[in-house]
Each structure stands twice: as C-alpha cells, then as structure tokens.
C-alpha cells in the first residue's frame, strides 16, 4: 500500500489521536520502513514517534521506567541499566541500535528482538495508550496478543534484578550482528547454591518469545550444577516450537537449546 501521509505528533495524546483514525505507528523505522520500501505496508499513514515525548529513561528506587521511543542505544549507555549492556551489545549493529526503539523490539519477528526476551524475563509491565485511555499490561500479554487496533506502548517498567540475580545468553552465527539462534534470558534467585526462584525466557525458539516454565519447575529447589541445567534445558524443549529459517534449522534449535541454557547460568 503506498504511504499517503506521515505524521510527527508532539505529544502522546496526538499520537493516540492519529493512532485512533488507523495510522500505523513508527518508532525508528527499522522494522517499519522496510515493510513500506517493498509494498507491504497495511496502512496509508505513518505516526512517527520521533517528537512525542516517549524516549525518555527514568531509574529511581530500583525500578526503570524505558519510554517506548528509546533507542537500544540508550538503553545500552544508561548507567543504571549496566545489567543489560552485555544483551544490548548482540543485538545488530550500533548503526541500527541508534535507531531500533525499545517498543518497537517488542513487536519485531523472531529470532530478533532480543530485548524482548529479556523484558519478559524481567516480568516488565507495559504502559499503553489508545482511543480508551491508558491502561497497563504484562509484557507476557504483549507478546503474546499485541495490542488493540488504535493502542500503542508508551512505556515499559521493571524491577531491577538484584545483583547476581541476573542471566544472559544469545547463541548466533556470528560474534556479534547477527540474529538469535537460541535466546536465554533470566533472574534467578539462589539461597546456599540452590535455586529459590527463577524467571527463565528464551528466542529465537518460537514465534514469540517464551517462558520456560518446565525448565523453571524443574529448577526449583534443586542446584544450578551443570546437570540439573541439562536437565532443565531438555525439560524446556516442550515450551518452544523451533522454526526453520536461514540462520538454523528448527531441529538445531531444539538440539542446542539445552547447551546455551547451562551456558547462561556457567557462562
């Protein structure tokens, strides 16, 4: 469809208003205008949220509030936000981490959006706009479903892990600037070496991504040896639907998922 029309609204409220009369909302275009250069954009008009206020970072009493228009950049170089560095760095090049917004990482195709992973592990709750008002969600819910027609993200907030609390690991092609072949993200607690609670998310291994909740059940109360993370790991195939595409094949990722689970937590 070709584009008509590409509003920069100066505010969230005229985004929601434009948003409302069908727009197609824009972050920094790294998802977006490809899909408008090759025609298969489904919408007439573009929303961009460049001006809107929404890129702002916020870490105040162990909780951070990311606006949806921040770049991964910032996300990277922000000083409260050190736990995410090392994810923020295997994601594509700095080039687009300029440009790729945190909402936008939310809405991207696996096996990008790594980010995304990692919010989900984080529990994030999604702030969101639209025609009936503000309303929050669990970024599980977004991820999942998306949001209404008209509705956009303003905002994501955590919790910040406490210190070694905090896991990651990507396994790709390449060292750096490549997409994920399996995505490991998690905040796991441990009392005397055994494991109290865990959050454990993964990419790269399904349409969207997902919590390993068998691997979470099979973890609980048990040690972090590399045995029980096998365990774990093999447990946590039954969570995910691998998919072909140019970076593995579906029965790789299957394969190697329980390797780069144990690689998370023994680096």
């Given at each position: 469809?070709?584009i ?42 573009l ?16 909780v ?68 009936g ?11 999942a ?67 390993a ?55």
């Open positions: 469809m070709m008509q029309a590409v509003h920069v609204p100066e505010s969230a409220a005229a985004v929601a208003a434009h948003s409302a009369r069908g727009g197609w909302i824009m972050g920094g275009g790294t998802v977006v205008m490809p899909l408008v250069n090759s025609g298969a954009a489904t919408g007439s008009e929303i961009s949220l460049r001006r809107a206020g929404l890129a702002g970072i916020e870490v105040r009493d162990g951070a509030r990311i606006g949806a228009a921040a770049p991964l950049s910032s996300v990277e170089e922000h000083p409260g936000l050190g736990f995410l560095r090392p994810a923020m760095r295997t994601i594509a090049s700095p080039t687009i981490r300029n440009l790729a917004t945190v909402g936008g990482n939310l809405f991207v195709a696996q096996p990008y959006g790594d980010l995304a992973v990692c919010l989900l592990a984080l529990d994030a709750l999604c702030e969101i706009a639209g025609p008002g503000r309303r929050d969600a669990p970024v599980a819910d977004v991820l479903s998306g949001v209404a027609g008209g509705e956009f993200v303003t905002a994501v907030v955590v919790t910040l892990p406490e210190p070694g609390t905090w896991y990651y690991h990507k396994a790709m092609r390449r060292r750096l600037n490549s997409a994920s072949i399996v995505t490991v993200a998690s905040v796991t607690r441990t009392e005397d070496g055994v494991v109290t609670s865990t959050r454990i998310a993964l990419g790269g291994v399904a349409p969207r991504p997902v919590r909740v068998s691997a979470e059940r099979l973890l609980r109360d048990r040690p972090l040896s590399p045995e029980v993370l096998t365990e774990a790991g093999e447990a946590a195939r039954s969570d995910t639907a691998p998919f072909d595409d140019a970076y593995a094949s579906a029965w790789y990722r299957a394969r190697v998922l329980p390797v780069h689970l144990r690689r998370a937590f023994t680096g």
